[in-house]
């Protein structure tokens, strides 16, 4: 009878409390909230794109203006190629070029050749020579795209240069060549951990290229002050890449080589395009900002009108956007868009302009598309794969195509941290580079968070259980769930814990079972997760979008993190401890905490389980599984290493950490033992 008694008067209490509580937040509820957030990753990602398109020339409206930032967005193009480590000004390496055999034509040979575009980097090429040079002629760097015969399928072009009267360079990509190495990273194998590497494989084509020019330029049959570049597809992309890298081209002609992101996103074209097809973007920036670096040289875009790849009215749009900065210069006449009936490629009815085109630019001649006429497409014209071959006898035992992105530039090491202002400097680089290169898309003015109460019960915890949701990102409404196990008013710590993508429901709260009874516990489900999770076969095409704007799935989490720790600091009538607020993560979530706790900086503890050992590891091909790749992360920085950086922060693994973490561990015990522990669960954690 007592007990029964004092468990009513408890739970009026209880009532009262947690009422009061309610009624000093001031806050609005209602059951079921109309959703003012879509919370839907396709109409994010078109946004997003959208974003990017629209912010080309943002404050930019005469030449000046653009002169001012032209340098600026140069060094932005080469760092998203990752080209950051090769001498694009100075002194290079020799070509050391070797020619191993010739090819006599009626009016032009054919040399068949290598040369070395880094050491041991060899780039297998056909060079077309007119016969009876008697002064240097124009020459023509002709790129292959994604044709599997290469240098044999695109030879129509290289032939009708050399009749025309230009040495023509044609060079082969590391995908397609005779030696096959790797564009699809993330298209086909799931090596997203290209993106934390910044690697592009566009970079290594477009350093191939510019040696290919330093080759050209070094002939004594070619005048250097009159270099063009053309190719179709992934040669049309690469001819844009060249033409805004190198002032050596005097004149380019992309052929369905880009379009604008928006569109790309939008029709879900990503899908099908190679890793190369954009630079990696850090900096946000789309096609039309490639343009600009063109500009205010020679620039013929030629584009069929029923690409797959490309829509037309989107490589409409952005001409018009690459002619503002034409405009700036008074150049207007020398960038134009053609179109052709047909699909991807470049065109029989596209290829007599470019001709005329380069015959203007390059050789100060007036001829008509028509008189020139297209390539002889004949068998008979077709020398064939073997006739062409360079490594007839196979490549150099040294060639590293294969192994490039391994070995494009290296990452570096953790440095050896014996004081705490050696770690403070090492850790202002770290942070200064990610918020520079990793986290430059978290958005500059926040939205509000528009905190709302959505939940509440006296039940599942000692003092209740509330749910609130806040707005993280323009589109977005995440939950968390507060579970009360000391009352609200009263100063206390809390643990948030981040719940996994496709966690199972019956899983929930498993991670941190044994936990204090008297701790209160906050469970966040981050973008992607819970009641925003996507289907599981949406993951690759989301973890590439994201890419290509600038983002990953990981770094998005990150910022829900942070903003979900403002919200909860936020609510009016709580008084949570600024100073103790804990963060626990599992698996691939541990790469998400680690990264806010160092974003955050006050965070009180960070508690781990099954870490993974690095991000420079592959994914599934099919984009499943642990999505932790962040941009450029790597050029700087691994998640072992983030784990270490914050030395006031309390670091706790729960049951065995990756060998990885031993720096950590060292940095640790070197500067401050006790804010590092190994606990075998949560029972452990006081």
Known sequence: MCISLFKNIFYVLTMLLFAGAMQAQEMDFSLCPPQDQPNNIQVYLAESAKKVSESFLQDVNTLDEWKAIRAQRYQELVEMLGLNDVPLTGERSPLNVKTVGSISMPGYRIDKIYYESLPNLYVPANLYIPKGIKKPAPAILYVCGHAETQKAYYQGLAHKFAKLGFVCLIIETIQWGEVRGEHWGTNMNGWFHWYSRGYNPGGVEAWNGIRGLDLLSQMPEVNPNALGI??????????????????????????????????????????????????????????????????????????????????????????????????????????????????????????????????????????????????????????????LAVYTNGAPEDDRTKTIQETFFALPEPPMIKTKPELETYRAEVLDFLKEKTFRAFPENPVPLDVKWEYRTVEEAKYGMQTFSFVSEEGWRLKFTIYWNRPPEEKQSVLLVLKNPNEPFMDFGKFVSGIDPNQTVVYFEARGIGETGWAENMQWHIRRSLGWMGKTVASMRVYDVLRCIEALQSIPGFNIDRENINIAAEGEMSVVALYAALLKGDINTVLVKNPPASQNVPSQPDGRGEAIEMLNCLRITDVAQVAGLNLDTKFIGIGELPDTYTWTKEVYETLKPENFQIIKDFSEWK
């Open 230 to 387: 053309t190719g179709a597809s992934g040669g049309g992309s690469q001819s844009w890449y060249l033409a805004a890298l190198d002032d050596r081209i005097k004149a380019a002609a992309p052929a369905a080589g880009g379009e604008e992101l928006y569109a790309e996103i939008c029709q879900s074209t990503i899908d099908h395009q190679c890793d190369c097809m954009r630079p990696l973007n850090t900096y946000q920036r789309d096609f039309s900002d490639i343009g600009a670096l063109v500009a205010p040289k020679p620039f013929m875009i030629a584009a069929p009108n029923r690409d797959a790849l490309f829509a037309i009215e989107s490589v409409r749009d952005l001409h018009e956007d690459v002619k503002k900065v034409y405009d700036f210069y008074g150049a207007s006449q020398n960038l134009s868009l053609i179109e052709a009936d047909g699909g991807h490629g470049d065109r029989q009815t596209l290829r007599p302009k470019i001709f005329s085109f380069f015959i203007k630019h390059l050789m100060g001649k007036e001829v008509a598309p028509e008189k020139i006429g297209d390539i002889d497409k004949s068998e008979k014209a077709q020398l064939s794969v073997e006739e």
